[in-house]
Each structure stands twice: as structure tokens, then as C-alpha cells.
């Protein structure tokens, strides 16, 4: 199985989206996280599949 970690930081809004081909814009987005007042370090876990995927963490935007 595959195993993501990354931080995530105050204020933010994040999707963890994945891509079957890196020269297409449309993606699925796997998860969003709300990190409001304190940071903390995510997981995502999924089976791993015959297929290549991609995965690219995005900042969505910010919590005033």
C-alpha cells in the first residue's frame, strides 16, 4: 500500500489531489483538510493499482 505524509500549516485550506497523467489538468481530489489554529502532519493512505498515479498537495486558500 502507498503511504503520504505531509504538514499542514495554520490558516490554510488544502486538497490532496491525484492525476493519472501529468499532461491533464483534471484531477480527483482525495481529501481536504481545515487547519485553522494549530499545524499538524496528515496522512493518506490508498492500495497501490496497477496504474501510475500523481499526487500534488494545493493550498485552496486562506482562514482569516
Known sequence: SLE???QLQ???LYELRAFADLGRTNF???TNHVVKLVG???TFGEPVSASHRFYQ???TGQID
Open 4 to 6: 503520504l505524509r505531509y
Open 10 to 12: 495554520p490558516g490554510n
Open 28 to 30: 480527483t481530489v482525495l
Open 40 to 42: 499538524f502532519e496528515a
Open 57 to 59: 498537495l494545493v493550498i
